[in-house]
Every structure is written in structure tokens, then in C-alpha cells.
């Protein structure tokens, strides 16, 4: 009895350490959406997902998740260096009540490519950055964040040496008449933020850099 006693513990001792060995599923370096998509997918090109938010949490630090077609890839929040491109197509964050990306992460860098943010009026903010090393933004349109907060892009980092940069971008019909909110608002933390704007169209009055 002693010798089968000690043959099933040593056996669950292995089987607890085979089970430790088991490797967590690998995150992909791209990562694609689909309107008609499910985030039960692996988020592959031919299991793709449905929403940004569901693609970001399989797709690996400074990974890049890609729009196969046209659709409506919700709201989501940034933790970690990556890209979303939806070049070549139509893809959209509809942000009703809500804020419409959110970049928060240290040190991370955040490109955010092709895209169309709609606050549908009810909208808080566009893209509301809280922290990071960077936030590249290129033909991008923002527009009609006009409720809350009421603002196109939010640069608003917690620490210094932050950058944003917005290029080939619309950030238009933002803000609440006359002064709440605003195109593009930043407030750089103490110790300085960069902003670099090329051909960007705010269309609602900027706040100037604090």
C-alpha cells in the first residue's frame, strides 16, 4: 500500500510539471479584422476577428494589427506598442458615449493608419492619450466627439518627453460651441511633450500646448 501511495503522487507530481511545461498560445506579429469576423478567432487571415480589441490582445508587442475589409472595429484601449492599419479599405471606430481609442502604456509606441473615428455626436474623446513614448497618427479622421470631454485627440501624457505626431489627418466638427473641448488639445506634462502637426485640418480651435 505504501509503495502505490507513493507511485500516484510521484505521477501527479509529473503530470503538474508537464502542465507548467505547456507553453501559453503565441501571440502573432500581425493580426487582421474582418466586419464579419469573430474574437473567438486566432485573428489569422483566414480566422480573422471581429473587433480591434479582440485582435489586440493576440497580436505580440509592436505587432501590427491589419482591416481585410470594410466595417465598424469598435472602441479599444492601447498597452503596448503596436500598429492598426486599414489601408487599402474602410475601417471605422464608432465611439457613441465612449472615448474612441485610448494609448496608455509606458514607453510604448502607438502608429494608428487609415482610419475614420466617429463620436456620432455622443462621443468624449477620439484618441485619448494617457501615456506612452509616442502616438504617430496618419490619415486619420476624427470627428464629432461633441459631448463630455468634447475633444478630437486628447495629448495629455503623465510624464515627460512624449511625442504626436498627426499627419495627412482630419480632426473636424469637434468640441461644444463655444469654448468646451476642441480639436486638438494638449497639456504635455511638466517637463515638456512634442507635438508635430503635417497637413493636418483642425477643424475645431486647438488648445495650445500648456
Partial sequence: MHRISLSVTFAATLLVLA??????????TRTWVSGVGDDANPCSRTAPCKTFAGAISKTAPSGEID???PGGFGAVTI???????????????LAAGTNGINVNGAGITVNLRNLSINGVGSGLIGINFISGASLNIDNVNVTRFNSGSAIGILFAPNTDNSLL?????YITANG??????????AQPAVGG?????????AGSPPIPMA
Fill in 193 to 201: 511633450g512634442e507635438l508635430s502637426l503635417s497637413s493636418a485640418t
Fill in 19 to 28: 502542465l507548467q511545461a505547456v507553453p501559453a498560445r503565441a501571440q502573432a
Fill in 165 to 169: 505626431q498627426v499627419n495627412n489627418s
Fill in 176 to 185: 461644444i460651441a463655444p469654448s468646451t473641448g476642441g480639436g486638438i488639445v
Fill in 79 to 93: 498597452t503596448k506598442s503596436i500598429t492598426i492599419d486599414c489601408g487599402g479599405t474602410f475601417g471605422s471606430v
Fill in 67 to 69: 482591416c481585410l475589409d
